[in-house]
């Protein structure tokens, strides 16, 4: 076979019981530690593992374009950036519950985990919007900042646990699933169960005391803002 005026030797072969990626990444290093080719040879991997690798160049753009998005978004919802910036931080929460969960089940990263972690950021800023969205309301209500967070985490907390609960039900046998086609699907469900229940704990406990953090710096603000006006005294 020719391709480019270049003789070409194809080796095909099929893998399963594993991803693409660590096996292909396992066959390099052998490979380089055990073949030398001779001078003017080359070795590439092509297929399905050439066109993961565009996919994933994708996914790189796509993920942070989504993110921004999230935030334009956000900042439409609340007309604040303090608010937005407060719910993002939702993401690395999910994230690392996610990153560890793919690291204790030994599982590389891979498109259908890319995909795993979009959906993820999605269902931890979503109860990151229903917890604030609710404490906002509170406080225009009249209640005081800490009352306000306290009921309004008691009031959401049910059906954010619900909304996690059920994810947890409908992915828990994807992610521990061992049968013909589980390794494109069980990086996704191990992404969302590794990383939903820690995000919604945390997002539970952590944007509470942000929230505080950011409207007590923010009322600090407006007041050292206001005493910083000169008086008017007539003349």
Partial sequence: MRNKNERRVTIKAN?????????????????????????????????????????????????????VLIFVLLY????????????????????????????????????????????????AIQNGVILIAKIRDLKKDGLPTETAVKEGCLIRMRPVMIATIVALAGLVPA?????????SQRPFAIVIVGGILPATILTLLVLPILYQWFDRKLTLF??????????????
Avoid: N, W
């Avoid at 290093?29 to 991997?45: D, H, M, R, S």
């Avoid at 993002?88 to 690291?103: D, E, N, Q, S, Y």
């Avoid at 992610?175 to 390794?183: K, P």
């Fill in 15 to 67: 893998i399963r019981g594993r991803d693409l990626g660590s096996a292909v990444m396992e066959a390099q290093q052998k490979i380089i530690a055990q073949v030398k080719p001779p001078l003017g040879y080359e070795i590439g991997f092509a297929g399905q593992f050439d066109r993961e690798q565009e996919a994933l160049a994708r996914l790189a753009f796509v993920v942070p374009a989504t993110l």
């Fill in 76 to 123: 439409i919802q609340f007309t604040t950036v303090r608010l937005a910036a407060l719910i993002m931080c939702t993401v690395p929460l999910a994230a690392a519950g996610g990153i560890l969960a793919l690291f204790i089940s030994g599982t590389h990263f891979s498109i259908s985990a890319g995909l795993g972690f979009i959906a993820l950021f999605g269902v």
């Fill in 175 to 183: 992610a521990i699933s061992t049968g013909i086609g589980s390794h």
């Fill in 222 to 235: 407006d007041v050292e803002k206001l005493a910083s006006i000169p008086e008017i005294t007539e003349t």
